[in-house]
């Protein structure tokens, strides 16, 4: 059975594996170096780190235990803003003591080793308190998606906020202006993570202004849904099988980054909403793989074609060995 310490270590270690900190750059460098020492301060320094860790979990578990508010909408939003004030007090506090004792005072000096260690470790503190996050055997391999893959997503996932927005603006009533107003959270509403810059490359370079910025938030989501759609789409192509993938997509990745979101939804509001989301991605990206699948059929049918007759190129062997 894992204790708290190897649940801490292993969030340590777990950050050289990261996506973001595969990017190179001077920053992710930085910050790989400060894992590695970290985790060598770690070995050596096994008591410190033990305390440390039960201190560390302790907290981040206080801020899940909530009494149950009247709506699943409530508890989220109490979730969250309980999670954000301890990030800015107490647990840089107990980071700081930690470093201290460990002599590695350098390492605070990049905030975000502390916040990629928080974050793991609070998803996996999720996934064991709420049913709702809980893991689904793995199908397939894992999906890497390349950098050109990850900048055409970010572009196309302005387009699918955009088009539910203008969708829902045409309606009337009180849950398509709740849902007016969780679309408006895809927005960008400040500069990007620099782990993530890489990814806006594209939509910068033919951006005139009138694109939808979203934020990495956004993008998180629709990075999830893209990776549980390439394990589960080619296995489930009819209309019937795509409807059941769509009710299964409780991928604990998806449901992270959009509980951020939609703090504002009731409970079968959100998943309504995220239905929609993952139904106009899934058109999008339907329409693409049969055009990629039609556009390979054709390519091996006209290669088919000018292939010489079997019958007529071994008569021109022997009437040339003749």
Request: proline share 2%; with cysteine; aromatic share 8%.
């Amino acid at each position: 059975m894992c204790t708290i310490s190897d649940m801490f270590s292993s969030a340590v270690n777990s950050l050289l594996a990261r996506k973001e900190l595969q990017v190179t750059c001077s920053k992710t460098i930085d910050i790989r170096c400060l894992v590695k020492t970290l985790m060598e301060a770690i070995e050596g320094n096994k008591r410190e780190c033990d305390t440390f860790s039960v201190k560390l979990v302790a907290a981040l578990r206080s801020s899940l235990e909530l009494k149950s508010p009247a709506t699943m909408a409530k508890r989220r939003e109490l979730l969250w803003s309980r999670y954000a004030c301890m990030r800015a007090k107490t647990l840089p506090v107990l980071w700081e003591d930690f470093y201290k004792k460990i002599s590695c005072d350098h390492i605070k000096t990049e905030p975000l080793v502390m916040e990629l260690v928080n974050e793991t470790i609070l998803e996996q503190l999720i996934t064991e308190m709420f049913p709702t996050y809980k893991e689904t055997p793995p199908e397939n391999e894992a999906v890497l998606l390349t950098r050109d893959e990850e900048n055409v997503i970010r572009y196309a996932c302005g387009y699918v906020a955009m088009k539910l927005q203008k969708k829902y603006l045409k309606e009337h009533g009180k849950k398509a202006a709740k849902f007016v107003s969780c679309l408006d959270c895809m927005y960008a509403d400040g500069p990007s993570s620099s782990l993530l810059n890489y990814t806006r490359e594209w939509v910068e370079r033919v951006n005139r202004g009138g694109l939808f910025d979203v934020s990495d938030t956004a993008f998180n989501l629709l990075v999830a849904i893209e990776t549980v759609m390439r394990n589960k789409l080619m296995n489930h192509l009819s209309l019937k099988k795509s409807r059941q993938m769509i009710k299964n997509l409780s991928n604990p990745d998806i449901q992270f980054s959009w509980n951020i979101m939609d703090t504002n939804l009731e409970e079968e509001e959100s998943k309504e909403l995220l239905t929609h989301i993952i139904k106009l991605w899934l058109n999008i990206r339907g329409f693409s793989i049969s055009k990629e699948w039609m556009e390979t059929y054709k390519h091996i049918c006209s290669g088919a074609k000018k292939k010489k007759s079997l019958r007529r190129e071994l008569k021109r062997q022997q009437q040339k060995t003749d």
